[in-house]
Protein backbone atom coordinates (compact mmCIF):
# COMPACT_ATOMS: atom_id res chain seq x y z
CA UNK A 1 0.00 0.00 0.00
CA UNK A 2 0.68 3.61 -1.03
CA UNK A 3 0.91 5.74 2.34
CA UNK A 4 0.47 9.51 2.13
CA UNK A 5 2.09 11.50 4.80
CA UNK A 6 1.43 15.04 5.54
CA UNK A 7 1.49 18.16 7.45
CA UNK A 8 5.27 17.37 8.44
CA UNK A 9 7.81 19.23 9.89
CA UNK A 10 9.95 20.48 7.19
CA UNK A 11 13.11 18.96 9.29
CA UNK A 12 11.38 15.68 9.17
CA UNK A 13 14.00 12.80 6.67
CA UNK A 14 12.94 9.89 5.27
CA UNK A 15 15.09 7.78 7.61
CA UNK A 16 12.79 9.39 10.60
CA UNK A 17 9.87 8.21 8.86
CA UNK A 18 11.48 4.93 7.85
CA UNK A 19 11.94 4.81 11.45
CA UNK A 20 8.05 5.50 12.59
CA UNK A 21 6.43 3.45 10.52
CA UNK A 22 9.12 0.95 10.35
CA UNK A 23 7.18 0.01 13.73
CA UNK A 24 4.06 -1.33 12.32
CA UNK A 25 5.74 -3.61 9.84
CA UNK A 26 7.92 -3.66 6.77
CA UNK A 27 8.51 -0.35 4.72
CA UNK A 28 9.80 -1.00 1.22
CA UNK A 29 10.17 2.69 0.25
CA UNK A 30 10.22 6.17 1.39
CA UNK A 31 10.08 9.70 -0.43
CA UNK A 32 10.11 12.84 1.25
CA UNK A 33 8.69 15.42 -1.84
CA UNK A 34 11.39 18.73 -2.07
CA UNK A 35 11.32 21.63 -4.18
CA UNK A 36 12.98 21.23 -7.05
CA UNK A 37 14.26 24.56 -7.18
CA UNK A 38 15.44 24.86 -3.24
CA UNK A 39 15.79 21.24 -2.34
CA UNK A 40 13.64 21.87 1.14
CA UNK A 41 10.79 19.29 1.97
CA UNK A 42 7.75 20.24 0.97
CA UNK A 43 5.84 18.90 4.17
CA UNK A 44 4.94 15.63 3.08
CA UNK A 45 6.17 12.23 1.63
CA UNK A 46 4.78 8.99 0.61
CA UNK A 47 5.65 6.07 2.10
CA UNK A 48 5.47 2.03 0.47
CA UNK A 49 4.37 -0.63 2.83
CA UNK A 50 3.90 -4.44 1.16
CA UNK A 51 1.82 -6.19 4.00
CA UNK A 52 -1.94 -4.13 3.71
CA UNK A 53 -2.67 -4.65 7.17
CA UNK A 54 0.35 -3.24 8.64
CA UNK A 55 -0.37 -0.19 6.42
CA UNK A 56 -3.73 -0.09 7.47
CA UNK A 57 -3.13 -0.31 11.44
CA UNK A 58 -0.25 2.38 10.88
CA UNK A 59 -2.80 4.60 9.19
CA UNK A 60 -5.44 4.39 11.96
CA UNK A 61 -2.92 4.83 14.88
CA UNK A 62 -1.15 7.59 13.13
CA UNK A 63 -3.14 9.73 11.73
CA UNK A 64 -3.56 12.79 13.76
CA UNK A 65 -0.62 12.22 16.02
CA UNK A 66 2.00 14.23 17.14
CA UNK A 67 5.56 13.94 15.13
CA UNK A 68 8.47 16.80 15.54
CA UNK A 69 6.05 19.24 16.64
CA UNK A 70 3.06 18.82 14.19
CA UNK A 71 0.13 16.48 14.08
CA UNK A 72 0.27 14.19 10.82
CA UNK A 73 -2.19 13.36 8.07
CA UNK A 74 -1.54 10.14 7.65
CA UNK A 75 -3.66 8.46 4.59
CA UNK A 76 -4.10 5.76 1.69
CA UNK A 77 -2.10 7.20 -1.42
CA UNK A 78 -5.09 7.44 -4.28
CA UNK A 79 -3.31 7.12 -7.57
CA UNK A 80 -3.26 10.34 -9.62
CA UNK A 81 -6.68 10.78 -11.67
Known amino acids: M ?7 NYRVRENDLRSLL ?4 TVENVKVVKDRE ?4 KGFAFVEMPD ?6 AIEELNEKEFEGR ?3 VKEALPKQ
Open 2 to 8: NIYVGNL
Open 22 to 25: GQYG
Open 38 to 41: TGRS
Open 52 to 57: DDDAQR
Open 71 to 73: NMV
